[in-house]
């Protein structure tokens, strides 16, 4: 309609969490990676994107290293994290609106663990997604053959692979619509997809990149370093 702001694109990176599985001793978004924090990395790729209005960085409210880590980072900072993904998110999406985001203002949720983000596969995503009835995010099909492990590690069943992919981030949804379903889902969701497909909707699957990994065991860092280095930190 004329006269109608268009919808904006705000991103929104979950960074409360402890990272428990990477055994760094400390949160993992800290842990300094080709001379920077892996939070530093997935920002700048962020602030990188012309398209996005801006960032949006979730803390837990006890975070005191935020500022002297990533001084002049570029993006919106708010210490309003919980005690899950989900509740993080939903604290950020809060953030927005404060912020004068509304309901129909485009929210792509990305990981801080996802530090290889390419400005391109967010661009991507965006076009993939800006005209969609209900969102999408980036994803990869997976090539493994799939396993189901039982307790004593030991194989239980192979899994279908033809159907299947790798969820990853930013996932891309309509604040309205993303903070609906994840209000319904609660602290389950462990992504914002499948709070809207428990809704009864079927997002976009974007493929993306292998190298778009969630730096989540010890040796992970190494890996990241050594991709971070071959790209260069620079070009972002
Ligand atoms: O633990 P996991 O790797 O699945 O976390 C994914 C993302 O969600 C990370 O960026 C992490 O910091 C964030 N998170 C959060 N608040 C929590 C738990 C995780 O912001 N309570």
């Known amino acids: 309609m004329p006269g109608m702001t268009p919808p904006r694109f705000f991103a929104l990176v979950p960074a409360a969490g402890v990272g428990e599985r990477s055994g760094a001793g400390q949160p993992?978004?800290?842990v300094e990676i080709a001379g920077r924090p892996m939070l530093a990395h997935t920002l700048a790729a962020l602030v990188a994107v012309p398209r996005l209005s801006q960032t949006l960085v979730v803390l837990s409210p006890s975070d005191d290293r935020f500022e002297a880590a990533l001084p002049d980072c570029g993006a919106w900072v708010a210490r309003v994290g919980g005690a899950s993904r989900a509740e993080s998110v939903l604290g950020g999406l809060a953030e927005l609106r404060r912020r004068g985001a509304g309901d129909d203002d485009w929210v792509l949720v990305h990981d801080a663990a996802r530090c290889l983000l390419?400005?391109?596969?967010v661009d991507a995503l965006i076009d993939a997604c800006q005209h969609d009835a209900v969102g999408g995010l980036l994803a990869q099909p997976v090539a493994d053959t799939l396993k189901a492990g039982g307790a004593d590690g030991r194989v239980s069943a192979t899994v279908d692979r033809r159907d299947k992919w790798a969820a990853q981030t930013p996932q891309m949804f309509?604040?309205?619509l993303v903070e609906r379903a994840l209000l319904a889902l609660g602290?389950?969701?462990t992504d914002e997809a499948s709070a809207v497909e428990a809704l009864g909707l079927a997002p976009r699957l974007?493929?993306?990149?292998?190298a778009n990994f969630k730096v989540t065991w010890p040796e992970d860092f190494e890996l990241a370093q050594r991709w971070l280095y071959q790209v260069g930190p620079s070009s972002r």
């Open 187 to 189: 602290a389950a969701a």
């Open 206 to 210: 974007v493929r993306a990149s292998m």
């Open 28 to 30: 993992k978004q800290y």
């Open 118 to 121: 390419q400005p391109a596969w």
């Open 174 to 176: 309509r604040l309205g």
